[in-house]
């Protein structure tokens, strides 16, 4: 018999898929390769010599297990028009952002035990992808886009996974660390530093403006080809590159301090 949590799950407006695992790993090798030497030995204890890509999905892959149904809500946090996170009604279960407080809590935690640390710094890794994807911000309306049409070079997609995997495939057919090479070229202490500023609440009330510009410039049902790479790429590029050096910095801040 289910209970009733269980069945309550049943009834959240669920996000149907994570932001790609290429872009979870994009995030993850870019903080990687921008941790102090202390962070970078603690991360590797703590992922039993690891890589952090290598956990960049676990967070998505333990979803087939029922231990962590409490993780289900955590993907994402809904912010509808005319909302901002602060006023949106929460989801009592959890969003991204505040598993993200929580992860960075036990990371920190004095007490917690490295089993409980190595779990939190894997959540951690892909949540901070999450709260920079723009359709993790999306609309409870529209279950953050999975219930938007769009014509994605004439195949019909939804906006949630338009923005997941099909944009960053099109753009690129880069590996996640050529990826990674590319957006870090040229990037100065001076750009690390603009990016790193603010908390979790800044950076994902970024995503969420920039949610709002992705439903005005993607009309329903409406095709879409090279202009929209075009025109987005820069967008998913900006994301992808700030979510990896701030990844570094709160580990950084948190292992080295």
């Known amino acids: 018999m289910k209970s009733i949590f269980q069945i309550t799950l049943l009834f959240l407006p669920l996000q149907l898929s ?3 695992g290429k872009a979870h790993d994009v ?14 030995a603690e991360v590797s204890r703590l992922l ?13 892959n333990i979803r087939s297990d029922s231990i962590y149904n409490f993780t289900a809500t955590w993907h994402y946090a809904n912010v509808d028009l005319g909302y901002a996170y602060a006023t ?8 991204a952002l505040t598993a993200t407080e929580l992860a960075i809590q036990n990371i920190a935690s004095a007490t917690a035990n490295d089993s409980i640390k190595s779990m939190y710094l894997k959540f951690l890794i892909h949540l901070i992808g999450e709260i920079h994807c723009p359709m993790h911000a999306g ?13 994605w070079f004439r195949d019909t997609i939804n ?11 099109r753009a690129r057919g880069w590996s996640y660390t050529e990826w990674a090479a590319n957006l870090t070229a040229g990037v100065t202490p001076t750009d690390v530093a603009q990016m790193q500023r603010g908390t979790p609440h800044d950076w994902f009330s970024e995503t969420v403006a920039l949610a709002d510009l992705v439903y005005k410039n993607t009309p329903q049902n409406q095709n879409l080809g090279f202009r929209y790479v075009y025109q ?13 050096y701030r990844l570094a910095y709160l580990l950084n801040r948190i292992l080295t301090e």
């Open 159 to 169: 906006l949630h996974s338009l923005w997941d995997s099909h944009l960053l495939e």
């Open 232 to 244: 987005h790429s820069q967008m998913l590029e900006q994301q992808l590159t700030a979510g990896g």
């Open 139 to 151: 609309r409870a309306t529209d279950r953050g886009g999975n219930d938007y049409p769009v014509v």
């Open 48 to 60: 039993n010599g690891r890589t952090m890509a290598y956990y960049a999905m676990w967070m998505d």
């Open 18 to 20: 994570a932001w790609g």
């Open 88 to 95: 949106m009604p929460k989801v009592e279960t959890g969003d």
């Open 27 to 40: 995030i993850a090798h870019i903080a990687e390769q921008n941790l102090t030497p202390k962070a970078h």
